[in-house]
């Protein structure tokens, strides 16, 4: 793999990045095969050092191959690539200054987004609120790519690892990329879920409590089969 690149890095460091591109680009397609974005919205970055791999912006993910790998550092120097950077990098790399995050994915899933306009919050209508650190809240709305909306992201994400963003669609981060990916899937479905429950006239959704939360997330420690990674 031959990269555009400022400075130099070693042969290892070379072959992490080529295999977070790789890994990148396959769950960039996979938002668009799982209907969570329409064309080139949403983006999804994976940090490899302090080098973030992003999508670049406005190019069909189908259309991506290795020698377009696009990477900035944590000040948002491009170092890698030629392609332009997305547009919303100031949410991505907010989220890596401010947390442990190796991976970021942002979408404008449908459902998600419909419950940005009707509440503050997500209520918790299902356990897996607990494996996004609690009820999911919904950022304030600014202008997409600017340090507002990120700052306002970031206040969202405090003791979380997803939220909405207003009139806008869903961020999720994790330690990898299937990790974050799991994490904003599970938010659209839990979405989907509430506004389905809410529909039904007359009846109000059934939510979880503070209690029947803190059990789930002691629960959700445990989860999963050693070696086949967390679930989330």
Do not use: K
């Amino acid at each position: 793999m031959t990269y555009s690149r400022v400075g130099g890095v070693g042969a290892d460091e070379e072959r992490a990045r080529a295999a977070a591109w790789e890994a990148l680009v396959a769950t960039a397609r996979r938002t668009v095969a799982d209907g969570l974005v329409v064309g080139t919205s949403g983006n999804v970055s994976a940090r490899v050092g302090d080098t973030v791999l992003v999508t670049p912006s406005g190019v069909p993910y189908d259309r991506l191959a290795p020698a377009d790998a696009t990477g900035v550092d944590l000040d948002g120097r491009q170092v890698l690539g030629t392609l332009v950077p997305t547009s919303e990098l100031p949410m991505h790399l907010a989220v890596y200054r401010a947390t442990d995050a190796r991976a970021v994915v942002h979408t404008h899933a449908v459902h998600a987004t419909a419950v940005s306009l009707l509440v503050r919050e997500l209520p918790p209508v299902h356990y897996m609120t607990a494996a996004l650190g609690g009820p999911v809240r919904v950022a304030p709305y600014a202008a997409y790519g600017t340090e507002e909306l990120a700052r306002h992201m970031l206040d969202a994400l405090t003791d979380r690892t997803g939220c909405l963003l207003r009139n806008h669609g869903t961020i999720t981060y994790g330690t990898s990329l299937d990790q974050a990916y799991d994490r904003t899937a599970q938010l659209e479905w839990m979405c989907h879920l509430w506004l389905t429950a809410s529909s039904v006239p007359g009846r109000t959704p059934s939510l979880l409590t503070d209690d029947q939360l803190t059990e789930a997330t002691e629960r959700l420690r445990g989860y999963g089969q050693r070696g086949y990674g967390e679930r989330d």
